[in-house]
């Protein structure tokens, strides 16, 4: 009987403590995060990117390109305060320059598309060599 009595405690610390945990968990900001899916593919001209971003309006959205790297991030309105758009960032590397005035964006039924279109490549120039 004695020994049913501290199993019966020795398990309802260690519920004490797998719920706590789980509090401490869910509670935390980075699990509340989550990186959306992008699809790309590349033409001869321009790099397309789609990123599925459901349950996100077109202005909680944020695009930048710096050097070789677009970022895109966003969060939900500061008067919303329901989690129906959670914070979300990611970062890719581009595999080229891209002509950063003429990219396009689009957002439709959740999908976010950009056109980037690539930078003039620079052109070859030969260089005359001279016998001294």
Do not use: H
Not at 1 to 16: C, H, I, P, V
Not at 81 to 98: E, G, I, W, Y
């Amino acid at each position: 009987m004695n020994g049913y009595n501290y199993m019966n405690m020795a398990w309802g610390l260690l519920d004490e403590v797998l719920n706590a945990f789980e509090q401490d968990v869910q509670s935390a900001p980075l699990l509340r995060e989550w990186r959306p899916r992008i699809n790309a593919w590349e033409s001869d001209q321009t790099l397309v990117l789609e990123a599925e971003l459901p349950g996100v309006e077109p202005g909680q959205v944020e695009v930048s390109i710096e050097g070789d790297v677009l970022t895109l991030q966003g969060k939900p309105d500061k008067a919303d305060k329901t989690d129906k758009c959670p914070q979300f960032a990611r970062q890719l590397r581009l595999p080229f320059a891209v002509e950063v005035d003429a990219v396009k964006a689009s957002f439709a039924n959740g999908i976010l598309t950009l056109n980037l279109p690539k930078a003039a490549a620079a052109k070859r120039r030969l260089i005359a060599v001279g016998a001294v």
